[in-house]
């Protein structure tokens, strides 16, 4: 794509404008980076507008979980993290939840990016500090980058797979250099993604072992106790060196922070309404609507809201695992997107609470709509006799029925698609032409809540003459067939963020399916998926990555990876009202860490607590 122009420099939209004399290529310095608009904060911010900055420290805060845990190392893949983790770590930049695109100072006070995006240099606070008290420096960095890639989980092998190297300058100043094309994203993923670990702890810890040890960490919270598989506590660390950021204040208000461990969903509610969790957010919409009509809610102890957010809704679906040779055939997986009727589900079970998703980037300004526009057909013209003549028509739509539930248009559709395919039916079943045997199919799923959702969509299958069937494991069997691939069909889900870019990689590209414990767990191995994907990584400006990821998302959608399910623009809360939090409403959703325990309101819910128990 070139070198960036002196006039590009608002792709990084960068606060201060410094060029080093230091470096032979030009940079830009700046308190923070962002990849879509100007930063919201600029350099002397005193706090994040939606934090109380005088929120009162203090109190507990219980939350849930579903599985178990067995490993306190979360960068590996081996073992089960707890959750919660990510409390216990620093980056050199954070995002706040009011400012999707962009991301400030952490451990790192400052940033300079390279004009021609070949290198970052990241400006280390000198009072930022372990656990132990020992400095946190560049060799600490430089240290973390080499133990993720090489050994941590292949996640970050692939995100950090342009990062060519680490260097220190000094103690508290380090560059990382990039390879290949310029790419404006690296110096945010170095500095949002990498964790800081500890160099000298891991001289007597061996990284790549799961271990039920904490790990020395620097972050606002420590682990406190725990039992494996049952819970985790953490506290908030009195003499934490962050707490006066003015990124930080107003935050980390707990005194702790505690997960207590479910191994069944259907009881995660029952649990928060007998008062053994405070906070939970809700993604059953049944249970929304019907599940918290009890006493506490009545007298205003607990406190349900609707939080409207701004996030990408990106893409949940039913995932097809192309690594079984019956899901190769893109008419087969069209075919049976016709058996899910969302529908009758949004009207009879959500409570007409959703909408269709209709693209990987849905509720963003990248989702492909209409006719290509020419800077889309500019992209996608190279690759005309690779792709289904339908990417260079109009967005991909999902079936709609008239919500009855006796709608045969889908599926007299699904029966056309597959016989024009060569499927036929003998006996009741669908036989699979390639193979010459019935086809068979099996969702493999951890909540047992899903089944009311699958049910329908197998009951439509079988009309199909397909033999289809559910599974529900633990999470543990589930997270390990995940890894390994073990399965027909699940569900899945693919957030996105504002600015899409390396992680697409990670989703999508034929590398990532073919080892374990990626994110493109459908085995995607398409060559124009992988062209795509590095076009937009390689998009000089925010205005060139909207068409690339357009182009990207027609081929995605045409070529039937999923079964589109739905999304919500909202966030569903309950806590017991013991809480205080500002008005303002991040537009990534609730930032739970900025609320605070309100001592009036704790007092009158434990009164509140002692009538409602008297009356019964």
């Known amino acids: 794509m070139g070198l960036l122009k002196s006039t590009t420099a608002a792709l ?14 030009k940079t830009i310095k700046s308190h923070g980076l962002s990849l879509a608009g100007p930063l919201k904060y600029g350099p002397d911010f005193k706090h994040l507008d939606y934090v109380n900055p005088d929120a009162p420290k203090g109190g507990d ?103 060519e190297s680490a260097e220190k300058l000094d103690d508290h100043r ?71 950021l003015p990124i930080n204040i107003g935050r980390n208000n707990f005194d702790t922070i505690r997960y207590d461990f479910y191994r069944d969903t ?95 980037f849905e509720n963003s ?44 248009t889908p599926l007299r559709t699904a029966k056309k698609i597959l016989a024009d395919a060569g499927y036929e039916v003998e006996n009741g079943k669908l036989i699979d032409p390639t193979t010459g045997k019935p086809l068979t199919i099996e969702f493999l799923m951890y909540d047992p809540n899903s089944l009311r ?36 069909i699940t569900t899945s889900g693919f957030g996105q963020s504002i600015s899409p870019g390396n992680e697409q990689r990670e989703f999508w590209g034929s590398a990532a399916g073919k080892r374990p414990g990626s994110r493109n767990i459908m085995g995607i191995d398409n060559p124009v998926v992988d062209a795509l994907i590095e076009n937009l990584i390689a998009a000089p400006t925010y205005e060139d990555l909207i068409p690339a990821v357009r182009a990207l998302d027609r081929v995605l959608t045409w070529n039937f990876y999923v079964i589109p399910q739905f999304h919500a623009s909202y966030d569903r809360v309950a806590y017991w009202n013991k809480f205080g939090h500002t008005d303002v409403n991040p537009a990534q959703g609730p930032d739970i860490l900025s609320w605070w325990i309100d001592p009036v309101k704790e007092q009158e819910l434990q009164e509140g607590l002692k009538t409602l128990r008297q009356k019964q």
Not at 113 to 130: K, Q, T, W
Not at 183 to 192: A, D, K, T
Not at 285 to 300: C, L, S
């Open 174 to 244: 380090v560059k990382f250099h990039f390879s290949g094309p310029p790419n404006r994203e690296l110096p945010q993923i170095v500095g949002q993604l990498l964790p800081i670990l500890s160099k000298k702890y891991f001289e007597t810890h061996n990284f790549e072992e799961t271990t039920l040890t904490p790990i020395l960490g620097s972050g606002p919270y420590r682990v406190k106790d725990f039992e494996a598989n049952r819970y985790i506590t953490y506290e908030r660390v009195p003499d934490y060196w962050g707490a006066n």
């Open 453 to 488: 959702i699958t049910g329908p969509l197998i009951k439509n299958l079988k009309k199909l003459g397909i033999e289809a069937s559910s599974r529900v494991v633990d999470t543990a069997q589930y997270t390990e067939r995940l890894r390994n691939y073990d399965f027909d």
């Open 266 to 360: 259907a009881v995660l509610l029952e649990a928060f309404k007998a008062g053994e969790y405070d906070y939970r957010s809700e993604n059953s919409a049944k249970n929304w609507a019907t599940g918290y009509d009890f006493p506490a809610v009545k007298a205003g102890l607990v406190i349900l809201e609707e939080i409207p957010n701004e996030r990408s809704a990106g893409m949940q679906g039913y995932a097809f695992n192309l690594r079984r040779e019956k899901f190769q055939n893109p008419a087969l997986r069209e075919a049976l997107i016709y058996a899910f009727d969302f529908e009758w589900l949004n009207r009879n079970i959500f409570y007409d609470q959703y909408s269709r998703t209709n693209s990987f």
């Open 61 to 163: 805060i219980k939350l849930s979980a579903v599985g178990g845990f067995d490993n306190l190392n979360p960068y590996i893949s081996k073992g089960q993290a707890a959750n919660g983790l990510g409390l216990t770590f620093e980056t050199l930049l954070t995002q706040p939840a009011d400012d999707q695109s962009a991301e400030y100072g952490l451990v790192a006070e400052s940033v300079e990016v390279a004009e021609d995006l070949s290198f970052a240099i990241f400006n280390m606070r000198p009072e930022a500090r372990f656990h132990d008290g020992m400095p946190m420096t560049a060799d600490d960095v430089i240290f973390s980058l080499q133990a993720v890639k090489e050994k941590g989980t292949p996640l970050f092998r692939y995100y950090y797979a342009d990062v």
């Open 12 to 25: 990084f939209l960068l606060a201060l404008a410094l060029p080093s004399a230091a470096e032979e290529v």
């Open 365 to 408: 300004v990248m989702a492909a709509t209409g006719e290509p526009t020419e800077e889309e057909l500019e992209i996608l013209e190279p690759y005309r006799n690779q792709l289904p003549p339908r990417v260079f028509g109009p967005a991909y739509q999902a079936p709609v029925t008239d919500g009855s539930g006796q709608d045969r």
